[in-house]
């Protein structure tokens, strides 16, 4: 219910920014490199997608708002390392459905910072141990429904409207509290947290260009 509140406010954002030159419409393609703290696998090896659309609310020339919505994928990987039967691979797809907001400072039209924080709900899990599927689902596993994340985000302008973005994410309450056990039997928890690294390109379809006297 929240997202589905949260998803028409973006809509009807981004419905008025394409009339609007006040509020700006964007288009989000990206993808996410992701690992899991506290899973034991160590390493950004897991890619998954990050798509969307965002609403950018101009506050003055230099600070401005972001909402998006965005499908993003997350998770963990680790490639086989001994022999079957119990070969060490592993495989974590946390797929959520994500509403971020940023405040971001701009400098020279040329480049953003940005500081936010974000709200995701997990859609879809799977999990694989040994190159074999664990039977839950999303709504019966151990991962928490919802994800909190701390932002910070910088944005680049490629050529006119098309801007690159760099985003660092990390949850701030605990995915998953998990038990581990050794081949000695010692046993411990540790407590599991996305972090996740983010590749876009941005589209902002109504922003407004300098236009170069020389090539009127």
Do not use: C
């Not at 990050?50 to 506050?59: E, L, M, R, S």
């Amino acid at each position: 219910m929240k997202l589905r509140i949260l998803s028409i406010l973006l809509l009807f954002l981004l419905g008025s920014g394409l009339y609007s030159q006040n509020i700006k419409g964007a288009g989000i393609l990206g993808t996410n490199l992701t690992q899991v703290d506290g899973d034991e696998i160590y390493g950004f090896h897991k890619f998954g997608l990050n798509v969307g659309a965002a609403a950018i609310i101009p506050i003055n020339d230099s600070w401005s708002i972001s909402l998006e919505t965005l499908y993003s994928e997350k998770g963990s990987y680790r490639d086989q390392q001994l022999a079957p039967p119990r070969d060490g691979s592993y495989l974590l797809k946390l797929n959520y459905a994500e509403v971020p907001i940023l405040v971001h400072f701009e400098d020279r039209e040329t480049m953003t910072f940005g500081l936010g924080a974000s709200w995701g709900r997990l859609v879809k899990m799977e999990e694989y141990e040994h190159s074999h599927k664990i039977p839950w689902s999303s709504l019966s596993g151990p991962y928490n429904t919802d994800d909190f994340n701390f932002l910070v985000d910088i944005r680049f302008r490629i050529h006119k409207r098309l801007w690159g973005n760099a985003r660092y994410a990390y949850s701030f309450a605990k995915i998953r509290t998990r038990e581990y056990e050794n081949i000695v039997g010692d046993q411990w928890k540790r407590e599991q947290y996305n972090n996740v690294i983010t590749v876009r390109l941005i589209y902002i379809f109504n922003e407004e260009l300098e236009v170069n006297e020389n090539n009127k």
